[in-house]
């Protein structure tokens, strides 16, 4: 008998919502979501990952071997950027050696990702996968995850005021429930529109002069959770309105337009890209100070070396813009109760400096 395909990939924080939407709708393939990462996870990764490779490597690493566990037998990988453009090739060879057998496939070819190639690459995954399929799904899709991330905007700025304990993590759920169920773009658009109008009615007591806090770094730790012990949830326990830049959107196609505005905007810190989000996190430090927040905190893996690159930079615009900035960096070893308590000493700062 023939073994059925089932087809997986990492997990990273709500996105598997959209990209298993779209895996159901151009392929016959079984979709296996990745499990939430766990401590599990990354102990997993780490064990069979080279010690000084970059943490999001890892947490992959260890999201594929789950996946296999539970019967994946094909898996796919984003790639490109900095070094995340070789972690296919080394993941792929890694769990070879480990005894599974799969089939492994890159979405990004030549450090760029377009529709031609995306569906060139999802034909060679499943080859009976029609264009109108890819046609209409794919805008679909990327248009959900828009929408996603605009309502997250939202709650950044409101979940650290909520009347009612879990009210927009409740709504959120639901929402996102809500999304695997429509058909098409009006069904979406419906379905976005309600939610926007819901969240906007949950109750909030939130003061004129509260802390505002924004977060730069790192993709990855910026967009998963559970890589940065989920930072974001402290900060609205503190009643802090957050303002984090990275998201899909953002990647998919907010960088790309906005590249040279940037560059213009921090010309007197940095007159060209340094790699991955490097020169983007100058940009945002600089634009963070110019509307008034009160603190930046900047979080990436340990070793990124493009993170690395601009944080000199990022002092400097700090230091002329009288900013308070923590970094945080985490790797498997990372602590945290030592996140926490730096967290807190600089919460109090923050108040200090405010009052």
Same mark, same amino acid.
């Given at each position: ?134 046609? $209409? ?82 993709? $990855? ?135």
């Amino acid at each position: 008998m023939k073994e059925e395909r089932i087809i997986s990939f990492p997990h990273l924080g709500d996105y598997y919502i959209p990209i298993k939407f779209l895996l159901n709708k151009i392929t016959k393939l079984k979709v296996m979501e990745s499990p939430p990462i766990t401590k599990k996870t990354i102990d997993l990764g780490s064990k069979y990952s080279p010690d000084f490779v970059c943490i999001p490597f890892k947490y992959n690493l260890g999201n594929f071997i789950e996946t296999l566990e539970k019967g994946a037998n094909i898996l796919i990988q984003a790639g490109g950027g900095c070094r995340y453009g070789y972690y296919s090739e080394v993941q792929e060879q890694i769990l070879k050696d480990l005894g599974y057998h799969f089939e492994f496939y890159t979405l990004v070819d030549k450090d760029k990702i377009t529709p031609k190639s995306l569906y060139h690459t999802f034909k060679k995954i499943d080859k009976k996968i029609p264009l109108w399929k890819m046609i $209409y799904y794919l805008p679909l899709t990327i248009l959900m995850i828009r929408y996603m991330d605009n309502i997250d905007d939202f709650i950044r700025k409101n979940i650290g005021f909520e009347v009612e304990k879990n009210s927009f993590s409740n709504l959120k759920k639901e929402m996102l429930d809500s999304y695997t169920k429509c058909k098409g773009f009006l069904s979406l658009t419906k379905r976005y529109f309600h939610y926007k109008k819901a969240f906007k009615n949950l109750k909030v007591e939130k003061p004129e002069n509260c802390l505002k806090v924004g977060i730069i770094g790192e993709l $990855y730790t910026s967009m998963e959770p559970f890589s940065s012990y989920f930072l974001e949830k402290e900060l609205a326990s503190m009643n802090i309105e957050i303002k984090r830049f990275t998201n899909v959107s953002y990647l998919l196609y907010q960088k790309r337009l906005q590249r040279r505005k940037n560059l213009r905007y921090i010309e007197k810190y940095c007159k060209y890209t340094i790699g991955a989000d490097g020169m983007d996190n100058i940009y945002r430090a600089k634009y963070l100070i110019d509307e008034g927040y009160d603190g930046i905190i900047h979080i990436k893996p340990f070793g990124c070396t493009p993170e690395i690159g601009a944080i000199p930079i990022i002092q400097k615009v700090c230091q002329d813009g009288k900013m308070p900035i923590i970094y945080f960096s985490f790797d498997s070893q990372t602590s945290e109760t030592g996140i926490k308590t730096r967290l807190e000493a600089f919460y109090d700062m923050l108040t200090i400096k405010k009052g």
